[in-house]
């Protein structure tokens, strides 16, 4: 159960953090090794990859964090440049470690908190993930039927959790029908024996 564990360390590791901030303690983050395709399950590789290649892109610095100002220069190329304070605001609702700044995992907090429907409609996040998103113009017909079909496969596809489930509830039924048939085959024979 090796993802189990991992998802209680990354729960437990949230709730430590929240606790904090809940105290108004500055956050010192552990840095550890975390697989960003499977943390980032509900993104296919091709989407993380896309966002890593735009994250990477106006990391002008090459520290691995977008920066106030590189974030500034990022809405701007994009075509909806941001105010100080929009962009502080973008930077604080994502920021997890209070740094300052956004580490890739944080930028993909971003594409998740759309996804789930948590950005405010006006709000600088909603707008970085609107320009980042597919742009016919650059990819042209074929990139953009990838792009939609990619998201038709996301939403048919059921989550692994609810297969799971499905399948350990088929097992369950099948276990206590097996025990009915055993008992009932139990029942004959034995009233063989009672009948002599």
């Known amino acids: 159960m090796p993802a189990d564990s991992e998802l209680n360390s990354v729960l437990v590791r949230r709730q430590e953090i929240n606790d904090a901030l809940d105290n108004g303690e500055q956050i010192r983050f552990k840095y550890r090794v975390v697989n960003i395709f499977t943390e980032f399950h509900e993104f296919s590789r091709k989407e ?40 502080k605001a973008m930077i604080k609702e994502v920021d997890e470690d209070n740094d300052g700044r956004l580490s890739f995992h944080e930028f993909m907090m971003v594409f998740r908190k759309a996804r789930a429907g948590e950005l405010e409609e006006d709000s600088g996040l909603s707008e970085l993930v609107r320009l980042t998103e597919i742009d016919v113009e650059k990819v042209g017909v074929n990139g953009a039927k990838e792009f939609f079909q990619a998201k038709i496969n996301e939403l048919s596809k059921r989550s692994k959790f609810e297969d799971e489930i499905r399948e350990e509830q088929n097992e369950r039924r099948r276990v206590e029908e097996e025990k009915v048939i055993r008992r009932q085959q139990f029942l004959e024979k034995a009233s063989v024996f009672k009948c002599s």
């Not at 890593?52 to 220069?73: C, P, Q, V, Y």
């Open 48 to 87: 993380i990859k896309q966002y890593e290649a735009t994250f990477k892109k106006f990391n002008i610095s090459k520290d691995g964090f977008l920066s106030f100002d590189e974030l500034k220069r990022m809405m701007e190329v994009l075509g909806a440049p941001q105010t100080h304070l929009g962009l």
